[in-house]
Nanobody, 127 residues
Framework: QEQLVESGGGLVQAGGSLRLSCAAS????????LAWFRQAPGKEREFVAA????????YYSDSVKGRFTISRDNAKNTVYLQMNSLTPEDTAVYYC????????????????????WGQGTQVTVSS
């Protein structure tokens, strides 16, 4: 099972950008579909973005589509989330997750499909 560690969170003004990183240990990183989720105070965890094993398929929530970009570097065992045009509504703890899937094109968007999670990184967007 992959061990995941997020970094890159912080405080940013509305309209600004941040790039989150999630480094994975283990030797099977390329066999995992990857995703980012977030949880705001008092709210349930929600899906943000996901990417297939083959790097060719992505899926975004409507709330971040066009502003956020998920990417992965299998050589570095790292998944990224580039976040642009941030708003205070993006304030949350962001978690990366990995799902062991056999289908290289499959994009998993439900948290129950993921079996490895990072500890989370706080993103705060001020108005």
């Amino acid at each position: 099972q992959e061990q995941l560690v997020e970094s890159g969170g912080g405080l940013v003004q509305a309209g600004g950008s941040l790039r989150l990183s999630c480094a994975a240990s283990g030797r099977t990183f390329s066999s995992y579909a990857l995703a980012w989720f977030r949880q705001a105070p008092g709210k349930e965890r929600e899906f943000v973005a996901a990417m297939s094993r083959d790097n060719m398929h992505t899926y975004y929530s409507d709330s971040v589509k066009g502003r956020f970009t998920i990417s992965r570097d299998n050589a570095k065992n790292t998944v990224y989330l580039q976040m642009n045009s941030l708003t205070p509504e993006d304030t949350a703890v962001y978690y990366c997750a990995a799902a062991s899937v056999s289908n290289r094109e499959y994009v998993a968007s439900r948290d129950v499909e993921y079996d490895a999670w990072g500890q989370g990184t706080q993103v705060t967007v001020s108005s």
